[in-house]
Structures are given as C-alpha cells and as structure tokens.
C-alpha cells in the first residue's frame, strides 16, 4: 500500500472517531443536564415539604441564613450593599476619569512619535529683526538730519579771531576766501 493512501485513510478513521465520541458526549451532556433538573426540582420540593412541616417558609429560611452567616439582617444587607455599590460607582468614575486623561496624554505621545511633524517656529527672532531695523531707520533718520547753528546774540565781540580754514568752491578747488553765508542755499 502506498504511504499517502494510508495516512488518508487512518485520518479518515480517526476523524470518524472523533465525530461519534463528540456527538456521544453532546448526547450525554444533553441526558445530564435533563436528569439534574429533575433531581433539583425533586430535592426543592422535599425541603419545602420538611420547612413547611417545621413552620418555617422560604423567607424566613432566607433571613436565618443570612442572619448566621453574617449577623445581620437581609435588610441591613441590602442597606450595605447599596452604599458599597454606591462608593464603587463613584470610585469607577474617579477611576474612569483618570484614565481618559492617561489615554489621552498617551494617544497625543504617540502621535508624536509616530508623525513628530514640523517643530513649530519661534516667533520671537521675527520681533527681534523688526525691532533692529526699526533702530536703524531711526539711527540713519537722526544722523541726516542738519545740525542747528548757534545763533548770534550780539554777545561776542569782532575782537575773537575767526576761523581761516581753506574751504572748497563750487567747482571743487579750494579758496582762503570764507564763503558768503546768505549764498549757500540747502
């Protein structure tokens, strides 16, 4: 016989196995669960008998056991139990909170790793370029602008020397004479 044919043949074999032993399972889970469903109803129906000929309802059975297992009533119980729901609500809230804000600080993180994007440009170096050339245009404004003579109160007499420094002509040669004043128009 040929290797592949009886490989395919024993998985074809044990898959048969497989399907009717898990079909007897389904089968026999199917037989429990309808067998234990009698027995319990069965067995609740006895001990309702036993209470009942005792004098003891299913209520009152209820607040005994929980009167020995805890030592309180089913009322103080519930008491308990509502202010213990009502502390974890507002713990979970808290909780909640305090995650929304963790997994937002972490989404933002991330997104910074994954795609860091352009760093944003500072503003600042922009204000400091203005402000400089706004000092220079001010610097260049003051530095044309024609300087005041002093003018002549009559308090100083012709008896000072005058300065005889050779000064330039029109034409770019240079005179002793001292320019007339009432001639240079600027």
Do not use: C, Y
Request: proline share 4%; charged share 30%; aromatic share 2%.
């Amino acid at each position: 016989m040929d290797e592949v044919k009886a490989m395919s043949r024993a998985g074809e074999n044990v898959g048969r196995a497989v399907g009717t032993g898990v079909k007897g399972a389904r089968h026999g889970a199917v037989k429990a669960r309808t067998v234990g469903s009698k027995v319990s109803r069965q067995a609740a129906a006895l001990a309702e008998q036993e209470l009942a000929a005792r004098g003891i309802s299913t209520d009152d059975l209820q607040e005994r056991i929980a009167q020995r297992a805890t030592g309180m009533s089913r009322k103080e119980l519930a008491k308990r139990g509502k202010k213990a729901r009502k502390a974890w609500d507002k713990r979970t809230a808290k909780q909640r909170k305090q995650l929304a804000k963790s997994a937002e600080a972490a989404r933002k993180e991330l997104a910074g790793r994954i795609d860091p994007g352009k760093p944003k440009r500072r503003k600042w170096p922009w204000a400091l370029l203005v402000l400089t050339g706004l000092a220079a245009a001010a610097a260049a404004a003051l530095s044309r602008r024609p300087e005041e003579l002093p003018l002549d109160d009559g308090q100083f007499s012709g008896s000072e020397p005058q300065d005889h420094s050779p000064t330039s002509t029109e034409n770019g040669q240079v005179s002793d004479k001292q320019p007339h004043q009432g001639s240079q128009n600027h």
